[in-house]
T-cell receptor, first 114, second 113 residues
Framework: DVKVTQSSRYLVKRTGEKVFLECVQD?????MFWYRQDPGLGLRLIYF???????EKGDIPEGYSVSREKKERFSLILESASTNQTSMYLC?????????????FGSGTRLTVV | GENVEQHPSTLSVQEGDSAVIKCTYS??????FPWYKQELGKGPQLIID?????GEKKDQRIAVTLNKTAKHFSLHITETQPEDSAVYFC????????????FGTGTKLQVIP
C-alpha cells in the first residue's frame, strides 16, 4: 500500500522555537506539497516541490521554509514558531504532470505552539 | 489565481437519503476536479475526480457532475450510510501544469442513523 508518512501526529512547541515537520513518501513521486488545514479555511498551500532541491512558494509561505534533499523526503521548517502557526499540517505527494490519481496525503501533524 | 467556493459548510442527512455538495471555480482554464474525503484523524483521500471533457462520472453511490459554462461542479452521494460521515473537499487545478491544486473550504457531512 502506497504511503505518505508524517513523522509526528501531535507536537507541542514553544513560541520562538525552530520546528521541523518531516514527510516521507514511498511511491517515487516527483511532486510533494505542504498544506495547513484550519477550520473554515480549508487546505491552504504553504510550499511545494517538483524535484529534488527545488521548491516553490504556495499561497501562505510567510514564516515557513522547506527542504528537499532527497526525492522521498520533504521537510517543512518553522523558523521561529508563533501561536498563529498552531494548525494541522498535511503533506501530500503526486506523480508527474498528468495528475493521475490526484494527491496522496499523509495523516497530518497537529502542531500546537504555546 | 484560482478560487474555489464550496457549499454548504455543514450538511446533515438521514441514513438512506441523498447528499449534494456544490462547488464553483473561477479559472476557466482549470480542467481537473478531484473530490477528497477526510475521516476523523486521517488525511484527505481521493474518492472521485472528473476532467473537463466529461460532464458526469459515477462510481457506485457517488457521482460528480461538471458544468463548464457555469464553472460549477457537484458531488452527489446516494443512499447515504453512517460511514459516509466525514469532511468532503472539492478542488480544481490545471492538469498537465504544476498541479497547484486549489481546495474548497470543506463540507462536514453527518449521516444520522
Amino acid at each position: 500500500d502506497v504511503k505518505v508518512t508524517q513523522s509526528s501526529r501531535y507536537l507541542v512547541k514553544r513560541t520562538g522555537e525552530k520546528v521541523f515537520l518531516e514527510c516521507v513518501q514511498d511511491m517515487d513521486h516527483e511532486n510533494m506539497f505542504w498544506y495547513r488545514q484550519d477550520p473554515g479555511l480549508g487546505l491552504r498551500l504553504i510550499y511545494f516541490s517538483y524535484d529534488v532541491k527545488m521548491k516553490e512558494k504556495g499561497d501562505i509561505p510567510e514564516g515557513y521554509s522547506v527542504s528537499r534533499e532527497k526525492k522521498e523526503r520533504f521537510s517543512l521548517i518553522l523558523e521561529s514558531a508563533s501561536t498563529n502557526q498552531t494548525s494541522m499540517y498535511l503533506c501530500a505527494s503526486s506523480s508527474g504532470q498528468a495528475l493521475r490519481g490526484g494527491y496522496t496525503f499523509g495523516s497530518g501533524t497537529r502542531l500546537t505552539v504555546v | 489565481g484560482e478560487n474555489v467556493e464550496q457549499h454548504p459548510s455543514t450538511l446533515s442527512v438521514q441514513e438512506g437519503d441523498s447528499a449534494v455538495i456544490k462547488c464553483t471555480y473561477s479559472d476557466s482554464a482549470s480542467n481537473y476536479f478531484p473530490w477528497y474525503k477526510q475521516e476523523l484523524g486521517k488525511g484527505p483521500q481521493l474518492i472521485i475526480d472528473i476532467r473537463s471533457n466529461v460532464g458526469e462520472k459515477k462510481d457506485q453511490r457517488i457521482a460528480v457532475t461538471l458544468n463548464k459554462t457555469a464553472k460549477h461542479f457537484s458531488l452527489h452521494i446516494t443512499e447515504t450510510q453512517p460511514e459516509d460521515s466525514a469532511v468532503y473537499f472539492c478542488a480544481a487545478t490545471l492538469s498537465g501544469g504544476y498541479q497547484k491544486v486549489t481546495f474548497g473550504t470543506g463540507t462536514k457531512l453527518q449521516v444520522i442513523p
